[in-house]
């Protein structure tokens, strides 16, 4: 068990009178991927909609080509 101390207190700078409970309990029911980007490719893909793309694309030329070795005899 935790012993409480006088530090236990928050510090004056954090104001949380316009927080609001449970804001995005819903959204995080459905689930989330937090994914990392190394430095590099942050440098390239700056927000999700474009890693989203990238992503898409990938998946849909990966997709065809799957499709053909399967295809293969």
Known sequence: ???TTESDELRPEYDF???VRGKHHRA???G???VVLEPDVAEVFKDSKSVNHALRM???IAGK???RNLTKS
């Open 1 to 3: 068990m935790r012993k």
């Open 17 to 19: 009178s316009g927080g």
């Open 28 to 30: 995080y029911q459905q």
């Open 32 to 34: 989330s991927n937090v």
């Open 58 to 60: 990938l998946i849909e």
């Open 65 to 67: 080509e799957l499709k």
